[in-house]
């Protein structure tokens, strides 16, 4: 059986441990954690949890305790250290419980504050020179890549989201990874351990935006993608709207992918559980 989890992200106001004592009470057991409330006690409460749920990890998790914005493809070198310092801490977590994957949003070109995320950022001034960019996230990569092998864990690569109001805004994409061509040019050059996941609500608004197929991409990339993020949108922004038997998405997935995550929000418990047996339906070939 394929590995299908659920992610915790949006259960933003709840720790890790009120969360995974939520959803293991109603049977849900493959669990990616994402996100989430800072919980000082994480380390010891996680031995509570990680024997009953199989676990993951995602991108900003676990939260640390002073917020800021993780992006590995930045040129302020503060938060390039914190951005490293926090996915080795992840990947040490994951080595000590067993988990052996570890996903991490690909970089962009801007540097905001936590204050300004959700919203507009627009000053062209903090637009980071593309190739300069790329350099950075390709060191970096490289780096947690090395460290991650030593403890036989697999990181895969999520493509960002660009929305047509990050486009006017800066006058070009700010993120990396949103394009077919970027996400062709990542397959070239990436460490051959590192793996890329498609979040298919990230490739539909990123290809209304910069006006690209995302269909298309989805089958000229299907042998490479190991892993996807399943929501639903209407195009324009990434809403993690639930996601149905019409999705559009369906026959273009790689079924041999490693893992498919569930990232619908604002869904009850049954909710969840319904997009959960879509999923496990459609792989073994009940839709």
Known sequence: MKKINISTGGFKSNTALEIVQMMVENDIHNIELSGGKYDPSFEENILSFYKIANLSFHNYFPPPEQSFVLNLASSDNEVSKK?????????????????????????????????????????????????ESKSIFYKNLYEITNYAKNKNINIYIENNVVTKTNLNAFGENPFLLASQDDLEE??????????????????????????????????????????????????????????????????????????????????????????????????????
Do not use: M
């Not at 962009?108 to 062209?124: A, H, N, Y």
């Not at 047996?277 to 070939?285: I, Q």
């Open 186 to 287: 990542f397959i070239k050059i990436k460490p051959s351990c590192v793996k890329l996941l498609i979040d298919v609500a990230h490739l539909k608004v990123s290809a209304n935006t910069l006006k690209f197929n995302p269909v298309l991409t989805l089958k000229n990339l299907k042998k490479n993608i190991s892993a996807y993020h399943l929501s639903e949108n209407q195009g324009l922004k990434d809403t993690n709207d639930r996601i149905d038997s019409g999705s559009w998405f369906w026959k273009y997935l790689n079924k041999d992918a490693d893992f498919f995550t569930l990232e619908v929000y604002k869904q009850s418990i049954k909710s969840l559980k319904d997009q959960y047996k879509l999923v496990n339906n459609y792989l073994v070939g009940q839709n």
């Open 83 to 131: 951005s490293i310092n926090h996915v080795i801490r992840a990947i040490d977590l994951s080595y000590s419980l067993g988990i052996k994957e570890y996903s991490i949003h690909a970089g962009f070109r801007i540097d905001p504050k936590v204050s300004e995320l959700g919203k507009t950022v627009s000053s062209k001034k903090n637009l980071i020179p593309l190739e």
